[in-house]
């Protein structure tokens, strides 16, 4: 069972990353609402519930494999793989170490399939198609996405891996709702470089404590 301070982490982790996601997602985000001004605020809201529909689909896969660690010491190996994960985001996001770019060679194969789909979708016309339009972007290959998926699969549950997902796309919510709707202000401070190293910072804070440090000593002395 998750308890609230889990699914706190995974929603400050959605937060503390908005500065890339802006990098990211920020461009096709702000042309949807191009010309549709009356609807921009609709549109934008489905086309971030359906990219966050597909983190949280990405969730339930990847812990849907749970079955691969019943062991005890695997699952001790895989929590320390996951805060170790948390440790590389941080870097990643503060611009230390761009190390989990490695991760998303892993995602162009699928990638190219989905993005001619995603190409024919714009421009937005249409509630339902900024859904789908979301749904094709959240499988955009991204360091921090995967590396937020290897640290969800530690919950070793479908549902559970799949409700982090979900809080992470959350906590991304409000910097992708403001790229388009006059906020730059929020946008700007997300791109100076003392808000990305603080937001990564905190981020490395949060993969240090999730460690299992003496469960891990007593697995590699044994």
């Known amino acids: 069972m998750l308890d609230q301070l889990t699914l706190g982490t995974a929603l400050l982790l959605g937060l503390l990353g908005s500065a890339h996601c802006i990098g990211m997602c920020g461009g096709i985000a702000s042309s949807i609402s191009l010309g549709q001004t009356p609807k921009a605020g609709k549109y934008l809201l489905f086309y971030n519930m359906g990219r966050i529909s597909s983190y949280t689909a990405a969730g ?3 812990g849907s494999l749970d079955f691969l660690i019943r062991y005890g010491s695997m699952q001790i190996l895989l929590r320390s793989i996951a805060a170790f994960m948390l440790i590389a985001m941080g870097l990643y996001v503060a611009q230390w170490w761009r190390g989990l770019t490695h991760l ?9 399939h989905i993005s001619p789909v995603a190409s024919k979708l714009l421009p937005v016309t249409s509630a339902p ?14 360091g921090l996405i995967y590396s937020t998926l290897i640290w969800s699969s530690a919950a070793n549950s479908s549902a559970q891996s799949a409700l982090l997902m979900f809080c992470f796309g959350l906590g991304t919510l409000p910097a992708m709702m403001t790229t388009s709707l006059l906020a730059k202000q929020f946008q700007q401070l997300l791109s100076k470089r003392y808000a990305q190293q603080i937001c990564g910072m905190l981020i490395i804070a949060f993969g240090l404590y999730n460690v299992p440090w ?6 590699l002395k044994g």
């Open 60 to 62: 339930a896969i990847l």
């Open 129 to 142: 198609k900024a859904f789908i339009l979301g749904a094709c972007w959240g499988w955009l290959p991204c």
């Open 214 to 219: 003496h469960l891990l000593a007593n697995v």
């Open 104 to 112: 998303e060679q892993f995602g162009f194969k699928l990638w190219r």
